[in-house]
């Protein structure tokens, strides 16, 4: 009897073992090898993207991919591969297949030929289901794009593909379906509140474009149908990125009536980031009229008092021209500006410049 207790425990233990234990196989590969591997095996290839500074990538580490039913789905379809994209090979392959956010994961045939890809982390039953719809023939994106192809031009099947591209993050490419959708459209159409967050989106309308333009023209109509604060938002979103290259002096500007125009703007609808894109235009005159000193010394007095996520965001545009223009004095000075940037957002901020200064 006890022999027999002793074997049913044994079991026991072993079985527990083996359930917990269950988390998905990722190979210690190259890129190629984890390629070939899927091949022969005549399996896809699952490609977590990820960077040591993800926080919701850790998560899905942690919870997601140690969850049985995630761990048993994915050991038994794919071969699986985890590929930093700040490290090794990690940065081509993020070129090579457009990641542009984290975590992202690929989903490739054995010849390399991308079959869908997921953004974002999400609890195991939803990340599940997203995987499944990604791979499912009738509802994958892979699929959709061979409608678009073969000539379908449905309102309905645009949207519905413009949709899928925003869902991964494939910004260029909805932009473009976006574009040839309004521009099949009467004036009527285009203005309403089911085509604003189409004509509203930056790869269709940024600062200048023709669509902002028309956005501009009928901002009275817009208003009524989504509403102040949308149109508010929406001219804040696309003032930022224009106004910033001027501010890390990526770009300089040929006279003031840039700044003019935009400063009109800003008066006459108050949009979001009001405060920020002010600072922007400070700093902006500053780079494209006055000396580097000048332009340095608006920097420290302007830095500091800028939000905190534009800190990692200012230091990874305007670095290597600051420090490459700075004589050791001013070196000194923009090692105090970095050490405060990272203070306030240190898990932004990239071993990249740190290094510079041996930190």
């Known amino acids: 009897m006890s022999r027999l207790l002793y074997v049913i425990c044994l079991l026991c233990i072993l079985t527990n073992a083996k359930a917990q234990d269950r988390e998905i196989k990722f190979e210690n590969s190259s890129f190629q090898e984890a390629l070939n591997k899927a091949k022969e095996a005549d399996k896809l290839l699952f490609v977590d993207c990820y960077t040591s500074w993800c926080g919701p990538c850790k998560m899905l580490a942690r919870d997601v991919f140690t969850n049985n039913e995630v761990a048993d789905y994915f050991n038994e379809h794919f071969v699986s591969l985890k590929i930093d994209c700040e490290k090794g090979e990690g940065p081509k392959i993020r070129e090579k297949f457009g990641v542009v956010s984290y975590p992202t994961m690929l989903f490739l045939k054995g010849n390399g030929k991308l079959v ?14 997203k995987v499944k719809e990604a791979l499912n023939p009738k509802t994958s994106l892979f699929a959709k794009e061979q409608r678009y192809q073969a000539g379908e031009r449905d309102e309905a099947f645009l949207i519905d593909l413009i949709n899928s591209y925003m869902d991964i993050r494939e910004f260029p490419k ?5 574009k040839e959708l309004l521009t099949s459209m009467n004036e009527n159409k285009l203005i309403t509140k089911e085509m604003w967050p189409i004509i509203s989106f930056y790869y269709v309308s940024p600062y200048g474009s023709e669509w902002w333009n028309f956005i501009l023209q009928h901002a009275d109509e817009y208003e009524k149908l989504v509403g102040k604060d949308a149109i508010s938002r929406m001219i804040g979103e696309r003032l ?7 501010a890390v002096a990526s770009e300089k500007a040929e006279n003031k009536q840039i700044f003019n125009e935009v400063k009109k703007l800003i008066t006459e609808y108050q949009p979001s980031q009001q405060k920020t894109l002010e600072q ?12 580097f000193n000048h332009y340095f010394k608006t920097i420290q007095k302007v830095l500091p008092e800028l939000d905190m996520a534009e800190h990692y965001r200012f230091w990874a545009n305007a670095f290597q021209y600051l420090y490459d223009n700075s004589n050791n004095r001013q070196k000194k000075e923009l090692l105090t500006l970095l050490k405060d940037s990272q203070a306030k957002s240190n898990d932004y901020m990239k071993q990249l410049y740190i290094d510079k200064f041996n930190l």
């Open 240 to 246: 930022h990125p224009y106004l910033f290259r001027y």
């Open 174 to 178: 909805a932009g473009k379906i976006s």
């Open 116 to 129: 869908a890809k997921v953004t974002g982390a999400s609890k195991p039953s939803t990340f599940l289901k």
């Open 280 to 291: 922007f235009i400070e700093l902006g005159e500053s780079a494209s009229f006055d000396s």
